[in-house]
Nanobody, 120 residues
Framework: QVHVVESGGGLVQSGGSLRLSCAVS????????TGWYRQAPGTQREMVAT???????TYADSVKGRFTIFRDSAKNTVYLQMNSLNPEDSAVYYC??????????????WGRGTQVTVSS
């Protein structure tokens, strides 16, 4: 079984920063893609940032220049550094990862999410 667990959410004032963590654990031989997504009440879940095993990244236009996604392969953890936060960034942030396990089918998992609230 593979587990994806987010942490690091919280309440921050507008202009502040937060760092989210996404830890992958369990029976896995490697992670191919990891992404952060967010969903505010009444809206659809949207992609925020993704990173591949080779380090290639993509960002939503709304967060470019403010958010940075990076991975620590040794810890099997992906981080989302969020700077210059504004109230529109408030949402539940979810981590999604996919990868492989030798001798088993490929896997993909969603975490349970972590709340980010930015006050004005």
């Amino acid at each position: 079984q593979v587990h994806v667990v987010e942490s690091g959410g919280g309440l921050v004032q507008s202009g502040g920063s937060l760092r989210l963590s996404c830890a992958v654990s369990g029976r896995t031989s490697g992670t191919a893609h990891t992404g952060w997504y967010r969903q505010a009440p009444g809206t659809q879940r949207e992609m925020v940032a993704t990173v591949t095993s080779s380090g290639s990244t993509t960002y939503a236009d709304s967060v470019k220049g403010r958010f940075t996604i990076f991975r620590d392969s040794a810890k099997n953890t992906v981080y989302l550094q969020m700077n210059s936060l504004n109230p529109e960034d408030s949402a539940v942030y979810y981590c999604h990862a996919d990868g492989f396990t030798i001798g088993a089918p490929p896997w993909d998992r969603w975490g349970r999410g972590t709340q980010v609230t930015v006050s004005s």
